[in-house]
């Protein structure tokens, strides 16, 4: 069985047919790759063929490479993974100079890529060899090179040719952003030569090849006196350009991401040689990637497992639970945002309030967000009623009959929960499952309010819910595999990534991200420089350092989830020195960004400033400062080691939820791949040393975790074959 098929029709153009069997979309694997060269060349050497039409027999052209060919081929070595792209490129020059003479640039045959649809990453590459790349007007359709998004770069080729084509300032959005365009919009940008109707693409394809002449097969970069668009390095304007791209990669990335800079590096020096050796330096630079820990874990957490967990990977087995109604309660910031991602999934809503002017609100909010949409041309007038009409906003619990899922988001206070779990219990059908959005409170407690515990569970939305894509699904001692099963297919529906816990304090993401704020705290009253905690947590890839990250979350939040935590911890409670810092800014009003003073100082329109100067006059600096690496060790771990024992309790069962739900809950360092890949890349025993020294100067908070102790002793890693669940 082949990727490829190849047909020569009666004027003499053969087509080669990208369909993989079994897929709903085609990805490249090294045998289809040596199928297309075979095929190439088999076009190449028929004198009875004229040219070559590549294309696609799905409504797709590619999705781009298998990334789980890429995430193994570091087993395989540097030298492999460099002989294995050097391999590629050979091809796919053969496949740009087709047969013409090397010296007058003439005889070759013409090949065009003719795309259906989307063509991401090789599949886009292998159209910017062809001559010519004519993609059908399927605005559904994307076009791109999303490889950075994934912690690589476009290694086959598309960084050096989408340099050649269009310079490196047009090429940065494309290569550095993963920047993707609609048929119309890759035209415009210069990534494709034509958009045709559907039905003419092939037709079109083969006109051109019908026409073309010797001078139309020759790229830019292979004609005498080719110059880079924008100019290289060389030239002033390139220099330019070279010196902005170097900064706004080194301010966006901080440098922690391998990729980044190699692309950089691949470009930079890639302009100033001829175009063969600039691809072989974007090889050396594509294996340096790969070959860095760094790539395998962001593919492995951003890519394979999150499609495994949004696949289902950890449902139980139960039927199909698609949600068709879906009752919301509480129609403040989260219940108006689950109403709008649902009702935008095609689901019906009814989204109940203590008031109808509170329930309009809430349904208002989704009016705004469709507006939001229309105005940046994503949303049509049509879909703005569409899924307004799928919203009812009422007070009538009445309404809800009919619904096969409740999610509450009501105040965070188990008397409002209980009072409305019962009032929704007496308004639905046996079968409803009842889910709380409850950010704190244990499900296993909230569900004591219900009869049909075994159908109740919790669905933890983050905010701006539109926005985030992880749900945290937790499991309380009674909830059955229904329920689960339920949660899961609904977020399915709404198109976000589910991790599944069992029930405990704070659940998984909250109770690793308070240990990252309080530790940025306890610093700034050890009279650590707070500059250096932010930009420390910044500088390991944080999106938002602790403090931060506590104005935009609010210091009363804060306040009362350590009330809360105290109460229910008695005297073991171990925060009392985070409180100190805390409760003090509280009682200096300061709320953070809600209140235009936090840690920061804001401006009156609310835009941070610089920190805050009473924050040094009550906190005053340390003559001594500790090193950039204690203070990025102190907020990693105080975060890792939270994940760590999140799996030793059993609230946690798979290190792969564990490290995609904080990537996509917390933002926590993405490079990394996540906690548990990070320790991986440092390894057991590293961590183990590191945490000791933490542990002797800060406290028992930093004990190694009896599993990362037993890791280290055995030589062993969470990622090893036999301790993920990952194939
Ligand atoms: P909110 O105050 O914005 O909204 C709560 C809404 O519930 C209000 O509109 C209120 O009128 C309504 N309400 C209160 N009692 C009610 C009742 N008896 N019947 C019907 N409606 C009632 O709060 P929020 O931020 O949307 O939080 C809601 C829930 O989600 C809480 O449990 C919270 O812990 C949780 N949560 C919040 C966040 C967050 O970032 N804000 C994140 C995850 C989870």
């Known amino acids: 069985m082949t990727d490829f098929t190849y047909a020569v029709d009666a004027d003499g153009v053969a087509t080669i047919t990208w369909d993989v069997v079994g897929k709903s979309m085609n990805v490249m694997s090294k045998a289809g790759f040596d199928d297309l060269s075979a095929m190439v060349d088999q076009g190449l050497a028929d004198p009875g063929v004229k040219g070559i039409i590549i294309t696609s027999g799905k409504k797709d052209f590619a999705g781009g490479m298998d990334l789980n060919v890429i995430a193994n081929m570091r087993a395989g070595g540097a030298q492999s993974i460099f002989d294995g792209v050097m391999g590629m490129h050979a091809v796919m020059r053969k496949i740009e100079r087709a047969g013409m003479d090397p010296k007058t640039l003439k005889g070759g045959k013409p090949i065009v890529a003719a795309l259906p649809g989307t063509a991401l990453g090789i599949g886009l590459e292998v159209p910017l060899c062809c001559h010519r790349i004519i993609a059908a007007d399927n605005p559904k359709a994307k076009i791109g090179l999303p490889e950075i998004m994934v912690g690589i770069f476009p290694g086959a080729g598309g960084t050096t040719r989408l340099t050649r084509k269009m310079g490196a300032m047009m090429a940065a959005p494309y290569l550095l952003e993963g920047k993707l365009s609609d048929p119309k919009g890759a035209k415009a940008g210069g990534l494709i030569d034509e958009v045709v109707a559907p039905e003419e693409l092939l037709p079109r394809a083969k006109a051109w090849i019908l026409a073309a002449t010797d001078a139309d097969l020759v790229k830019p970069w292979d004609a005498k006196g080719y110059k880079m668009p924008g100019g290289t390095p060389y030239h002033p304007a390139g220099f330019m350009t070279f010196v902005g791209a170097s900064a706004m990669v080194l301010g966006k990335t901080m440098g922690v991401y391998p990729a980044a800079k190699a692309l950089l590096g691949a470009v930079y020096e890639g302009a100033m040689v001829p175009f063969d050796l600039a691809l072989k330096i974007e090889a050396r630079h594509f294996t340096s990637v790969l070959m860095n820990p760094s790539s395998t874990a962001m593919i492995r957490s951003l890519f394979i497992n999150k499609e495994a967990l949004e696949k289902g990977a950890n449902r139980p087995q139960a039927p199909d639970q698609a949600v068709q109604k879906l009752g919301v309660i509480g129609a403040g910031m989260m219940g108006a945002g689950i109403a709008y991602v649902s009702a935008n999934a095609g689901i019906d809503v009814v989204l109940i309030d203590a008031t109808q002017e509170s329930a309009d609100k809430g349904k208002a909010y989704s009016e705004g967000l469709l507006d939001k949409g229309m105005q940046r041309k994503k949303v049509t007038a049509e879909k703005k009623a569409e899924v307004l009409a799928r919203i009812t906003a009422t007070t009538d619990y009445a309404a809800l009959a009919g619904c096969d899922l409740i999610v509450e988001a009501v105040f965070e206070d188990p008397k409002v929960k209980a009072d409305v779990t019962a009032k929704v219990e007496a308004a639905v059908g046996p079968d409803c499952i009842f889910a709380t959005n409850t950010s704190t409170l244990p499900i296993s407690g909230l569900a004591k309010a219900s009869t049909r515990p075994e159908q109740f569970i919790g669905i933890h939305f983050f905010s701006p819910v539109d926005k985030m894509m992880l749900v945290e699904i937790i499991r309380g001692k009674q909830t059955g595999d229904r329920a689960v099963a339920k949660a899961l297919d609904f977020v399915r529906q709404i ?233």
Not at 542 to 557: A, C, F, K, N, R
Not at 610 to 626: I, R, Y
Request: aromatic share 10%.
């Open 495 to 727: 198109r976000k990534t589910p991790i599944v816990v069992n029930d405990a304090r704070f659940f998984y993401a909250n109770r690793c991200i308070i240990p990252y704020l309080n530790e940025g705290m306890r610093m700034v009253a050890e009279g650590v420089d707070p500059v250096l905690v932010e930009n420390a947590a910044k500088l390991v890839g944080m999106p938002l350092g602790p403090l931060q990250l506590v104005d935009e979350t609010s210091i009363d939040l804060g306040v009362k989830i350590a009330k809360a935590t105290k109460a229910a911890m008695g005297d073991a409670y171990p925060d009392s020195a985070v409180d100190e810092v805390l409760f003090w800014m509280a009682d200096q009003g300061r709320m953070g960004k809600k209140a235009n003073a936090g840690f920061y100082a804001y401006d009156a329109a609310g835009k941070r400033e610089g920190m805050w100067d009473g924050l040094a006059k009550h906190f005053p600096e340390a003559g001594e400062q500790p090193s950039l690496t204690e203070v990025q060790h102190r907020l990693l771990m105080a975060q890792v080691l939270e994940a760590v024992r999140a799996l030793e309790d059993g609230v946690l069962t798979d290190i792969r939820e564990g490290d995609v739900g904080a990537i996509l809950g917390w933002g926590f360092a993405p490079w990394s791949g996540g906690p548990f890949s990070w320790l991986d890349i440092i390894g057991a025993p590293r961590a183990v040393e590191i945490c000791e020294g933490l542990t002797a100067r800060y406290g028992t908070r930093f004990t190694v975790p009896d599993l990362l102790r037993d890791m280290a002793a055995k030589g062993d890693s969470f990622y090893r074959k036999d301790n993920a669940k990952a194939a």
